[in-house]
């Protein structure tokens, strides 16, 4: 399972809340009109999508609405890319807009897939211990890094595996004989 980023995460989003479950510029300008939520979720897809960005620059007189949330929205996070959205988001107020989206993403994907890695850790090192399988067994047989895997399995580091590698590993060591 590939980790959703924030890019994902607002494509998705907006491609969701539009009404024809498109990403086009034209279609959801008549749209945004009517749907704040929309709008705003929409207009940060677009500030983060270049390609989206220079469409919207190039037809701007054809999307008015989209087009004046994305100035207001560039004036406001002027500087603010994929790359350092973390960091900025630590300095907004909660009722901020990007602050709210950044949250609802952390919440929906980041803590998720944390607690799922922590979850099968569990039952991972349980079982493992009942059943008396080393860690060179594991990372032999499945041929995973060792270093990542002995880093997991004996310190709890979920960022050194993969959530897939994670539950390749439980699968492993459920049907250990």
């Known amino acids: 399972m590939k980790r959703t980023t924030f890019k994902r995460f607002l494509s998705n989003y907006a491609k969701d809340m539009s009404h024809e479950h498109s990403l086009s510029l034209f279609k959801n300008e008549k749209y945004v009109q009517n749907n704040v939520r929309l709008l705003t979720v ?14 919207l620059l190039n037809k701007k007189d054809k999307l ?3 087009f004046k949330m994305y100035t207001q929205l560039n004036d406001k996070y002027g500087n603010l890319t ?3 959205v ?3 988001v630590n300095n ?7 602050s709210q989206l950044y949250r609802s993403y952390t919440n929906l ?11 099968y850790y569990q039952k991972i090192r349980k079982t493992q ?13 499945l041929k995973m890094n060792h ?10 580091n979920f960022d050194k595996l993969s959530y897939k590698n994670i539950k390749s590993i439980y699968q492993y060591v459920s049907s250990f004989r």
């Open 86 to 88: 973390d960091k900025m």
């Open 64 to 66: 008015p609405t989209l």
């Open 82 to 84: 994929y790359a350092n």
């Open 42 to 55: 929409y207009s940060f897809y677009v500030f983060f999508n270049e390609e989206v960005t220079q469409t």
């Open 109 to 119: 994907y980041v803590k998720k897939n944390d607690m799922l890695k922590k979850v």
């Open 129 to 141: 211990e009942e059943k008396q399988i080393s860690n060179y067994r594991i990372y032999t047989d």
């Open 92 to 98: 907004l107020d909660d009722f901020d807009e990007l």
């Open 147 to 156: 270093g990542n895997t002995n880093d997991f399995l004996k310190n709890a």
